[in-house]
């Protein structure tokens, strides 16, 4: 079993900034790729970043130099720093990761989501 908790969402103004965090805990053997993804109501699930574990990071066009993505291995942990928010990134964020259980099967688990909320 794996457990996913995020925290850090709430209501900024626009320019804001808000940092997210995800712990992992579990049966976690390795953790392979991280992700942050949001949800709009009506919407398709949006990929917002990615972190894999050779070090590299992704990002989607729209959070492209306003979002910094990171992680720390040795703690399970997954981060997602915010800045510059406009009220298009109000959604429901959502981290994901992949791995291997010490039972040495494959997971990929979600979190329960936090509410990110960017308005005047």
């Known amino acids: 079993q794996v457990q996913l908790v995020e925290s850090g969402g709430g209501l900024v103004q626009p320019g804001g900034s808000l940092r997210l965090s995800c712990a992992a805990s579990?049966?976690?053997?390795?953790?392979?790729?991280m992700d942050w993804y949001r949800q709009v109501p009506g919407k398709q699930r949006e990929l917002v970043a990615t972190?894999?574990?050779?070090?590299?990071?992704t990002y989607a066009d729209s959070v492209q130099g306003r979002f910094t993505i990171s992680r720390d291995n040795q703690q399970k942990m997954l981060f997602l720093q915010m800045n510059s928010l406009v009220p298009e990134d109000t959604a429901v964020y959502l981290c994901?990761?992949?791995?291997?259980?010490?039972?040495?099967?494959?997971?990929?688990?979600w979190g329960q989501g936090i509410q990110v909320t960017v308005s005047s």
């Open positions: 994901n990761i992949q791995g291997i259980t010490t039972r040495e099967r494959p997971f990929s688990w």
């Open positions: 972190s894999t574990d050779t070090g590299a990071t």
């Open positions: 579990g049966s976690i053997s390795t953790i392979d790729a």
